[in-house]
């Protein structure tokens, strides 16, 4: 479970370009939720999930993941709570190690590392069942470097790595802006597929309100750092994109102009 | 080039292989240039040297130039990762203090070890003489350091720490913190140096003061004309390549400083290093120039077909 108490986050405070980004966000996530997160730019959707990994500290407020505060603790040193998947598919691995290298890493997330082997052969068999589940001929590239990859490639590959070690919650940042439509696609069917195989809690950002309410069980949109709108059950069940545009304006009183949101 | 001559250069090209391990660790591994090397193979030399002459037993001296070198290496780390200095000026600054500190080390700028126990004397049997001893402890010395060092990048700390030069953000998702592997790594890297500089003086038979300018230019120069001759498959493959650009290198330092013909001198050494390091530099950009062969043809996989369009 996540329990967002308050935060608040302002770049360049006391100077001409401060920032108010997050101003006092609250937001529960019980275990097992796969929520999606909008907002129109600027309204502080990656700098939450950044607060949440431990990316950025928060000036004000306080951040507990099933119970334990984390709201001081370094993005390292939460990594055994929160798995994550970068928007830049070439943020979430390195391209300069190989496949099974990579998964190696990503096996060992908020673990010690010893001086032990990294890939052992009964390693190596576990990853290549892994890789298959992708269905893009991986599993038989183990030993090839990650820079050989496409984005979409390295972005589902990211996707594995996240879910191979349980976490207490997932976070996706916009995680299939970067790739074409047909990518995006496989790669947004993966996630669903993953979230719901292993029963993740989970955050999605996203810049489509169509994915918001296609994917998962909750919405939340987020305005000026705050959270402004939260549908979920019945309610969400039935609803449209204009559903979701027309509930903005009332509860905001003004008209939503992000031509990004309304065309996605 | 006489025998003794060729088996001198290998001698020292081999020590110098030890850098080229150190360079490539700092600033190809955790991607930190890092000039602390100028300083401390010196001080690794300084220590030695000063401790053999105090009587100390000449492994030991030499296991103390190591610590002593990890010790600066941590340091230059420290200096970025706390402090947060700029890294090359960070590692600027504890190279220019370790001079101070080799001289204060050795008590006067230069301590000869003629007639002093050495880690080669120790070892020597049967009358082997100096010329073919020296560079078969070496390269013992160097395979053994390359192949744990080999160990050490296959393992899950090893991978930590190349993962930290590769993508410092994605290490931190995965819980490595970045700083640590920093520190860690410097140390190792200058220990290694530092250990090349104890071996160095105990083979010429004495220590400098000045005797590290220059060193960093040499180790890169090992590690570019280690990957120009041996394209990098694996790691294990390049640590090899760095050895092995050492030995090259100093291999032909000494041809073209022997050749008659040429009529190079010592003096002329910087000068034939600075055009050896350029044509290491320019032989991959004539590569790519020629015309390229196609890469095998792999096993397109559906998506990548896709994409491929």
């Given at each position: 479970m996540l329990h967002a108490k308050a935060l608040e986050i302002t770049f360049n405070p006391g100077t001409p370009i401060e920032n108010r980004v997050l101003r006092g966000l609250d937001l529960k996530i019980p275990t097992g939720q796969f929520v999606t997160v909008i907002g129109s730019n600027g309204a502080g959707k990656s700098t939450f999930l950044n607060a949440v990994s431990g990316d950025l500290m928060v000036d004000r407020g306080t951040i507990h993941i099933d119970g334990e505060d984390?709201?001081?603790?370094a993005a390292w040193q939460r990594s055994d709570l929160v798995a994550r998947v970068f928007?830049?598919?070439?943020?979430?691995?390195?391209?300069?190690?190989t496949i099974e290298e990579n998964m190696a890493l990503a096996w060992k997330r908020g673990a010690r590392r010893g001086f032990g082997f990294s890939l052992t052969r009964s390693l190596r068999e576990f990853f290549r069942e892994k890789l298959s589940i992708l269905e893009l001929g991986l599993e038989n590239r183990l030993a090839d470097r990650m820079g050989l990859l496409s984005g979409g490639q390295r972005q589902a590959v990211s996707l594995l790595m996240a879910s191979l070690q349980p976490s207490r919650i997932l976070l996706l940042d916009e995680h299939t802006a970067a790739l074409d439509p047909k990518t995006a696609a496989f790669v947004l069917e993966l996630t669903a597929r993953i979230v719901e195989t292993g029963k993740l809690t989970a955050m999605m950002v996203t810049h489509s309100m169509r994915q918001a309410l296609d994917f998962g069980s909750r919405t939340v949109m987020l305005h000026e750092g705050r959270v402004i709108l939260d549908v979920k059950g019945e309610e969400r069940a039935g609803m449209d994109v204009p559903d979701l545009l027309h509930m903005f304006q009332k509860t905001r009183g003004e008209k939503l102009d992000d031509d990004k949101l309304l065309l996605a | 080039m006489s025998l003794i001559a060729s088996l001198g250069a290998i001698e020292i090209g081999l020590i110098f292989g030890l850098v080229a391990l150190g360079v490539y660790l700092s600033f190809r591994i955790i991607n930190f240039p890092d000039l602390t090397v100028d300083g401390s193979f010196p001080l690794g030399g300084a220590v030695a040297a000063a401790l053999i002459v105090a009587g100390w037993n000449p492994f030991a001296a030499t296991g103390a130039a190591i610590a002593a070198g990890a010790l600066s290496g941590w340091l230059t780390a420290w200096l970025n990762v706390?402090?947060?200095?700029?890294q090359l000026l960070a590692s600027i600054l504890v190279m220019i203090a370790l001079y101070s500190i080799n001289l204060r080390v050795m008590g006067k700028p230069n301590i000869a070890l003629i007639d002093e126990p050495t880690v080669f004397s120790m070892l020597a049997f049967g009358g082997m003489p100096d010329y073919l001893l020296k560079p078969l402890v070496l390269l013992a010395i160097v395979v053994l350091v390359k192949v744990l060092l080999d160990l050490f990048f296959a393992s899950e700390a090893g991978l930590a720490m190349r993962a930290t030069g590769g993508n410092p953000r994605m290490a931190r998702a995965q819980g490595i913190s970045t700083d640590r592997q920093t520190l860690w790594g410097l140390a190792l890297s200058n220990a290694l140096v530092a250990l090349a500089g104890a071996l160095f003086v105990q083979s010429q038979g004495g220590a400098d003061i000045s005797m590290g300018i220059g060193t960093i230019v040499v180790g890169l120069a090992a590690v570019i004309i280690g990957e120009t001759i041996l394209p990098a498959r694996s790691l294990v493959v390049t640590t090899l390549a760095c050895v092995l650009g050492a030995v090259l290198y100093r291999f032909f330092i000494a041809l073209a400083l022997n050749s008659d013909f040429i009529g190079l001198k010592a003096q002329d050494l910087n000068l034939v290093t600075a055009v050896l390091v350029a044509f290491a530099l320019l032989v991959p950009a004539w590569k790519r120039k020629l015309p390229a062969r196609r890469p095998a043809a792999r096993t397109v996989s559906p998506m990548a077909a896709k994409e491929a369009r």
């Open positions: 984390v709201t001081r603790r928007q830049d598919p070439m943020a979430g691995t390195c391209e300069a190690l | 706390r402090l947060r200095i700029m």
